[in-house]
């Protein structure tokens, strides 16, 4: 059976493999920690078991309120920000047509975001193109306190409800949210929104594999189960049991910390598909908040080839050694189409007549590797048979379970995110929050 294949033959000219394997023993460590419980943020580790665990109930009680969503909406618009936007986004991007805001959807309708930012104009200009449609609301936020989503969500409804009236609003918003905490589990409860519930124990970054990401992905109208069962066959891959050296995800957190322990603090995760773009935005999220933490930790960037290599490919090759490159590589493309002829032959492309677009860009994918090792970027490689569903789902949990070894194998909580307070206590106290007094009178004195 296929799955996505890692390869670090080509990081192995910067660090060698016994300086991977050195490792070995380090990882079973994290690893123990990780299944036992036993490491820091060990109240986090829900994600851990998660695609194994879920039910044939609950993936079908998520299908059902997408459903009801489908055949109300012609728009449905996300709400949420972090963990509580990427993951839907990154799966929604991978899998759509890329111009299905254009050419329509089929039978599926438009997902939009918002809440993922305090864009005026881009929620003046959401509320213009949901003027006169029928549209629906998913609201998802954790804590339920987020101000992005909250002032977004406070837009959307008043808009909802005052074109479709108050009671067909109820049955279109659904609300992902804590158990029993937090101001939009209040709301939820209060107006009688169906809600799904976040585990307590799975962080924002993590919760992909939750009616987070499940609800959109599947209102979207994507195959869950298939997302699923491909993250849970990961889960088997990766798991405690299986040797060092057989276990995708304890190769890439070693090589990756190897890698920083010479030197190589930046790690671009790169594609050759477009339609990945959003994949390495979630990516980031769930390496810098796990990782960025106590003064330490790769910075986790992106790029898309080739478009990124006539703009920063010139940084890559030949600026600063100090980073190194993840490719995601997709082996097989959905369409097929062919370079033509030209009898003129003014671009001198006609060697290229009768090739494949994929072939062109399949070359370009290898000659930038040749280059850049030559260059001095250390190059790890995630093969991907093609974007579907199951790929994507394995991806996912490799992601995730190597993200939590690594940052045990750092020394950090992979599982907190305090860092992102500072800037949240700064922008209450600059708007004056009832409470943010004495905040207030510090930081306008810094003015
Ligand atoms: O789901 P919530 O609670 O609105 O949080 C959204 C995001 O905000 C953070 O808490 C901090 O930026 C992220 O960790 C999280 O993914």
């Not at 049955?171 to 804590?178: C, F, L, S, Y």
């Not at 090759?317 to 369409?335: A, C, H, P």
């Amino acid at each position: 059976m296929e799955t996505i294949q890692l390869n670090i033959d080509k990081a192995l000219s910067s660090v060698t493999k016994e300086q991977v394997f050195a490792y070995e023993k380090e990882v079973a460590e994290s690893m123990e920690k990780l299944h036992k419980g036993t490491g820091k943020g060990n109240d986090f580790l829900g994600w851990l078991h998660l695609p194994s665990s879920i039910t044939d109930a609950h993936l079908s009680e998520i299908e059902a309120a997408a459903k009801q969503l489908r055949e109300r909406c012609e728009i449905v618009v996300v709400i949420g920000i972090g963990g509580s936007y990427l993951g839907a986004k990154a799966v929604i991007e991978a899998l759509s047509d890329t111009f299905a805001q254009i050419k329509g959807n089929g039978n599926n309708p438009q997902v939009l975001f918002a809440g993922q930012n305090i864009g005026e104009d881009y929620l003046y200009e959401l509320q213009q193109v949901l003027a006169g449609k029928q549209f629906g609301l998913i609201n998802i936020s954790k804590s339920g306190t987020t101000t992005e989503p909250a002032i977004a969500f406070r837009l959307l409804k008043k808009q909802l409800e005052a074109q479709v009236g108050k009671e067909e609003a109820k049955h279109r918003i659904i609300a992902v949210t804590d158990a029993a905490r937090g101001a939009l589990r209040k709301l939820a409860d209060m107006e009688g929104y169906k809600t799904f519930v976040i585990p307590d124990n799975v962080g924002g970054r993590f919760s992909v594999l939750t009616p987070v990401g499940l609800l959109p992905i599947a209102v979207a109208g994507f195959d869950i189960r298939s997302l699923v069962s491909g993250a849970a066959s990961m889960e088997q891959l990766c798991g405690a049991e299986v040797p060092f050296e057989k276990n995708p995800a304890a190769i890439y957190a070693a090589t990756r910390n190897a890698l920083y322990k010479i030197g190589q603090k930046i790690e671009i995760l790169v594609n050759f598909n477009p339609k990945l773009h959003f994949f390495a935005e979630w990516w980031k999220q769930l390496y810098g908040e796990s990782e960025g933490k106590d003064h330490k930790g790769i910075f986790p960037a992106s790029v898309d080839f080739t478009t990124d290599l006539h703009s920063m490919g010139q940084w890559i090759q030949d600026g600063e050694r100090s980073i190194f490159e993840t490719v995601l590589s997709v082996n097989k493309m959905k369409y097929n189409v062919t370079i033509p002829t030209d009898e003129d032959n003014l671009d001198g492309l006609n060697f290229l007549a009768g090739k494949r677009v994929d072939q062109v860009n399949k070359m370009a994918e290898l000659g930038t590797q040749i280059a850049h090792v030559d260059g001095g970027v250390p190059n790890l490689r995630i093969e991907m048979p093609e974007i579907t569903e199951k790929y994507l789902g394995e991806l996912i949990y490799f992601f995730e379970k190597a993200c939590g070894i690594s940052g045990y194998l750092l020394g950090v909580n992979p599982f907190d995110q305090p860092g992102v307070e500072a800037y949240k206590k700064n922008m209450f106290a600059l708007l004056e929050k009832p409470g943010y007094e004495e905040e207030t009178k510090a930081i306008k004195a810094k003015l």
